[in-house]
């Protein structure tokens, strides 16, 4: 059982258009992040969340925190081919161990 | 400052051998942690190093992977013997903070069995 269900898992839209990724689970998560991944690179981290129904914007980028902090998503606005790669949702259980549990992934292409 | 430094980058080898990777995390990050990533899915944590003794190891496969921390700097992970369902990318990464905070990934090695 993926204890972080990222939807869509993957996804193909052209320059200039929004798009939005979703991150859902049944457990509650004392702080959620979102990190971008390219081939042959480690993940980097975007944001990280901690407040329920916080949200973050980064540039082009918002990022949304569940009230319930169970939830996440992450919406591009005028999606560049720049955004192309992996977008992975993580998060530290409350009450858990510090270690990162990551979704299996958006996969994004940006077609100019 | 620097990153992660990892390993090698990739390694091919038969199975049932063995291999061993390295990591040396940003200097002064006392979390150290090491992931398994394969194609297709998201990182699986493999352990945590709190200087140099294991928070968390319940992920990892203890028959036959084992790891390191030196000296609360420097660490390794080693396989042996290895199985081709071990391909994957191994990831090291550093916290000053622990508790998810500060995530910096290395850019991993990329072990091939066969």
């Known amino acids: 059982t993926q204890l972080l269900e990222q939807s869509p898992q993957f996804l193909s839209i052209q320059e200039g258009e929004n798009l939005t990724v979703y991150c859902n689970s049944s457990?509650?998560?004392?702080?959620l992040q979102w990190y971008r991944q390219e081939p042959g690179e480690g993940p980097v981290l975007l944001v990280t969340v901690v407040t329920g129904g916080e949200v973050k914007k980064l540039k082009r980028l918002t990022f949304q925190f569940g009230d319930a902090r169970k939830d996440s998503s992450l919406h591009i606005t005028a999606a560049q081919p720049g955004d192309t790669g992996l977008y992975l949702c993580?998060?530290?259980?409350?009450?858990?161990?510090?270690?990162?549990?990551f979704g299996k992934g958006t996969h994004l292409i940006i077609q100019p | 400052e620097a990153g992660v430094a990892q390993s090698p980058r990739y390694k091919i080898i038969e199975k049932r051998q063995s291999v061993a990777f390295w990591c040396n995390p940003i200097?002064?990050?006392?979390?150290l942690y090491w992931y398994q990533q394969i194609l297709g899915q998201g990182p699986k944590l493999l352990i945590q190093f709190q200087n140099n003794g294991v928070v968390d190891d319940s992920q990892l496969p203890k028959d036959r992977f084992s790891a390191e921390r030196l000296k609360g700097v420097d660490s390794t992970l080693k396989i042996q013997p290895a199985k081709l369902e071990d391909s994957a990318v191994y990831l090291c990464?550093?916290?000053?903070?622990?508790?998810?905070?500060?995530?910096?990934f290395g850019s991993g090695t990329r072990l091939t069995v066969v």
């Open positions: 457990s509650v998560f004392s702080s």
């Open positions: 990464a550093s916290s000053a903070h622990g508790r998810g905070y500060g995530y910096t």
């Open positions: 993580a998060g530290s259980l409350a009450g858990g161990a510090d270690g990162l549990t």
């Open positions: 200097s002064g990050h006392a979390t």
